[in-house]
């Protein structure tokens, strides 16, 4: 078991261009969440998934943001047009069952929106 | 959304248990209490978390106010691996982290 990972690790790109990130959850879990994270703030909830279905979603996810879950495994998180305040790290969970249970947390993956 | 409050930084002497408050009036029935802490450079960590009664693991212990509207996470014996961000979290629908406390652990 490797744990939750997530790439790329780091992402330097220019406003207007779209960015694609990707987590791999612990085998087995079936709950994947989405966080962001800026410099001196705790986690924001972005979203999560049971398996593949998309169960909650957090007002700050605009419509620039996507995320899917396609086989209940990996998730991918798109964020379309970037802007500069998408500047920020991207973290992903995991976790086992139905109830709020332990998140296991990836290393992340850093935005720079230049 | 609900929210926590908790004091921005905290310090402790190493080997002294440390008691770290949070305060969430606003906590439905249903939603849980976590506790997270998070290093520099690293993703949070689960530490704790419980509904009613006091909790305990190898890592803290858990106390949970009567009316729930607060709770403590006990680290018995602090040592300076946990010197750390500390995020007290009410998970419902959606997990909301809030700022955390900042535990600095003085040799």
């Known amino acids: 078991d490797t744990g939750v990972s997530q790439n790329p690790r780091h992402k330097i790109t220019k406003r207007g261009q779209n960015v694609t990130f990707r987590c791999d959850p612990i085998s087995e879990h079936n709950r994947l969440y989405w966080y962001r994270q800026t410099l001196g703030q705790g986690p924001e909830f972005l979203t999560y998934?049971?398996?593949?279905?998309?169960?909650?979603k957090s007002r700050l996810l605009s419509d620039r943001f996507s995320a899917e879950r396609p086989k209940g495994s990996f998730s991918t998180l798109e964020i379309q047009r970037t802007e500069q305040g998408d500047s920020a790290m991207y973290l992903c969970a995991s976790s086992l069952g139905d109830g709020p249970t332990e998140q296991f947390f990836g290393p992340g993956t850093r935005l720079t929106v230049l | 959304d609900a929210k926590t409050t908790q004091p921005n930084s905290m310090e402790s002497n190493e080997e002294e248990p440390v008691h770290l408050p949070c305060n969430h009036s606003?906590?439905?029935?249903?939603?849980?209490i976590h506790w997270y802490r998070q290093l520099p450079s690293q993703g949070p960590e689960y530490v704790i978390h419980g509904l009613t009664s006091n909790v305990n693991n190898r890592m803290a212990s858990l106390a949970i106010a009567e009316d729930r509207k607060s709770s403590t996470l006990i680290l018995h014996r602090a040592t300076l691996r946990d010197a750390a961000v500390y995020y007290c979290i009410l998970v419902g629908n959606q997990f909301y982290f809030g700022t955390g406390t900042s535990l600095t652990v003085i040799p």
């Open positions: 606003t906590i439905s029935g249903t939603d849980y």
């Open positions: 998934f049971q398996n593949e279905a998309q169960l909650e």
